[in-house]
């Protein structure tokens, strides 16, 4: 079906269109990317789930900082021929001027970070105590930003002094500050309903007033690392509500990581897309 509305990017994950010159509908698709490449298979009923959980989050923590949602409705702005293109995976959001680093908090040594704790006994470059292990709780939750890439480049660790001098001293030390505030209260949440949050990645922007508000996604499976806290063991990858189950099959396929991604099973699919719904559930219910 041809839409009536100008798409304006699309992303990895998500499309944008325009409504007018200080609106945008944000639209989570069912893509998974992995390794920074694009999945042929979509994940089912991904994008709604994402959407569902990144609402919640907004209005959870809307005391913190300014979000990016305007309060409208999609039915409000869509035309209702199209309405089936966009229901329940779609907000309502200001445009904003984007703030050119990703704000990653991690609270757990996981991921790249365990990779380089073990060859340096840093994460982006923050030393860290001896003795930790893989998925080890840190003393206290460090931001480690990085560089924002284009669709289909990696997304570059960088050092806080690099942050630093992207964006400035005072906003780097506002984005930092905001974003550890964020991880903290999401994970105090979080582990009331049974789900570690290891680490996470925030995106802002900046509105004509210069304000900092927190934009995209938020604190989804796809922007962050959920544990189960009744499987977690320090010294083991514990499971996760994410895409770890896809990234986990396409390790052990022997693909080199570079596109076309070879296609994933049916089984590995709908595992996922469970693997998503619980998260929803845990968190929302």
């Known amino acids: 079906m041809a839409l009536s509305l100008k798409k304006l990017y699309s992303g990895k994950v998500r499309d944008l269109y325009e409504l007018d010159d200080r609106r945008m509908l944000m639209v989570a698709s069912d893509r998974l990317s992995a390794f920074d490449v694009i999945l042929n298979e979509p994940i089912p009923d991904k994008g709604k789930i994402l959407t569902a959980i990144s609402a919640f989050w907004f209005r959870q923590l809307a005391g913190l900082v300014p979000n990016h949602l305007t309060g409208e409705l999609v039915e409000d702005v869509v035309p209702a021929s199209e309405l089936a293109a966009f229901s329940g995976r779609s907000m309502v959001v200001r445009r904003l001027e984007p703030v050119p680093v990703e704000a990653i908090v991690r609270g757990y040594l996981a991921g790249s ?24 709780r840190l003393p206290e939750p460090v931001f480690t930003p990085s560089t924002k890439a284009a669709v289909g480049d990696h997304d570059e660790n960088i050092t806080f002094a690099r942050c630093e001098s992207l964006i400035g001293e005072s906003l780097a030390r506002q984005v930092r500050d905001v974003s550890i505030a964020l991880y903290q209260a999401a994970a105090s949440y979080a582990a009331s309903r049974g789900i570690i949050i290891a680490d996470t990645k925030f995106e802002f922007g900046l509105d004509d007033q210069g304000v900092l508000t927190l934009m995209d996604e938020v604190l989804t499976p796809d922007s962050s690392r959920f544990w189960p806290a009744d499987q977690y063991l320090e010294g083991q990858n514990p499971p996760s509500f994410d895409k770890q189950f896809v990234r986990d099959w396409l390790e052990s396929s022997g693909w080199n990581k570079q596109p076309p991604a070879p296609a994933l099973p049916d089984a590995v699919i709908q595992k996922t897309a469970e693997k998503y719904r619980e998260a929803l559930v845990r968190l929302t219910d």
């Open 113 to 136: 970070g365990w990779k380089e704790y073990q060859k340096q006994g840093t994460v982006c470059g923050i030393r860290l105590p001896a003795g930790l292990k893989e998925a080890s």
